[in-house]
């Protein structure tokens, strides 16, 4: 298997080829004067390629990925899969206000089009249950929960899991259970796209615990910033935060650092500055379980 790298997700794409020991494709997307993207592919894939492509802002990278896939089996490959440790669109999951698109159904619909198989991490699952039910070809959900808590039990002596919002208990109850530490969730009402209400309804930990703030994704930031505030109102100190996509939207630094968070950690699934924790290893696994399944 070849994996080749959409732009911006290079150094993630050599790091898993090196944990898997399969090699590297050259891939090269160049923008014209007019907005259009020439792709080409500089490594002919052999039997199987693997396009690493990250899914954060979305909609720019649809066409060109799309044109990779369909240039690398021009190409020759046999197979082309898509490795997107963070997949968009899962949230819009349904049509909240009438005549709206449910866009985590086309996207997976469309991306199952044009893939043969899709290895992810956390995708928002929430009102739809399975990956299965956007993506309709094999898939691998692997889930960072263990790398959460390892960077937890690393950082924090005496935690006090908290979840922002009763969709993050999923994320949140797995840590806790590793970590055999306290744990709740806070109750959001989102008003906006930038505008949400959080409140602590159970706060029965002891206040000398650690608050760590537990969510899947960072986006505007706002989600987490409430959330140090509901839990500073209800006399907690300054909580941690880790997330497993740190898509940091402009402005998110601000706002977090507005409401007192300092410590903060989220995976590579974007690479950012604050992604302390590596999912190379995680990927590799998941690719090669698929490979596995798929093959039997
Ligand atoms: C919500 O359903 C997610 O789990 C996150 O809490 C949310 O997407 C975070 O978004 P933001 O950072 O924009 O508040």
Not at 238 to 263: D, K, N, Q, S, T
Not at 265 to 277: F, G, H, K, L, W
């Amino acid at each position: 298997m070849r994996i080749y790298a959409c732009p911006g997700n290079e150094a993630q794409a050599r790091t898993l080829a090196a944990v898997l020991g399969a090699m590297h494709g050259e891939l090269d997307w160049h923008r014209f004067p007019d907005g259009e993207t020439r792709v080409r592919i500089g490594t002919p894939p052999r039997d199987e390629a693997a396009l690493f492509c990250t899914l954060a802002d979305p909609d720019p990278l649809l066409l060109p990925l799309l044109l990779t896939a369909a240039a690398l089996r021009e190409q020759g490959a046999a197979r082309v899969g898509l490795v997107a440790p963070y997949l968009a669109y899962m949230r819009q999951d349904r049509s909240f206000h009438p005549g709206e698109a449910v866009s985590a159904r086309h996207f997976g619909a469309l991306l199952g089009a044009h893939f043969d198989w899709l290895v992810t991490v956390d995708p928002h699952l929430h009102r739809i249950a399975r990956l299965a039910d956007v993506f309709p070809r094999p898939h691998q959900v692997l889930h960072a929960a263990p790398l959460l808590t390892a960077w937890i039990r690393g950082h924090v002596p005496r935690p006090f899991l908290v979840g922002p919002d009763a969709e993050s208990a999923q994320w949140v109850s797995a840590v806790a259970a590793e970590l055999d530490a306290p744990w709740t969730h806070l109750v959001k009402r989102r008003l906006g796209d930038r505008e949400v209400q959080v409140t602590l309804k159970d706060a029965a930990a002891s206040r000398d615990l650690k608050p760590v703030l537990v969510d899947d994704i960072i986006s505007s930031g706002h989600t987490l910033a409430e959330a140090a505030r509901a839990l500073r109102a209800g006399g907690y100190g300054a909580p941690a935060c880790v997330a497993v996509h740190g898509i940091f939207a402009p402005g998110c630094r601000e706002v977090l650092r507005e409401a007192g968070i300092a410590e903060l950690a989220v995976t590579d699934s974007v690479p950012q500055p604050e992604s302390a924790i590596p999912l190379a290893a995680l990927l590799a696994s998941g690719i090669q379980g698929l490979r596995r399944k798929v093959s039997s």
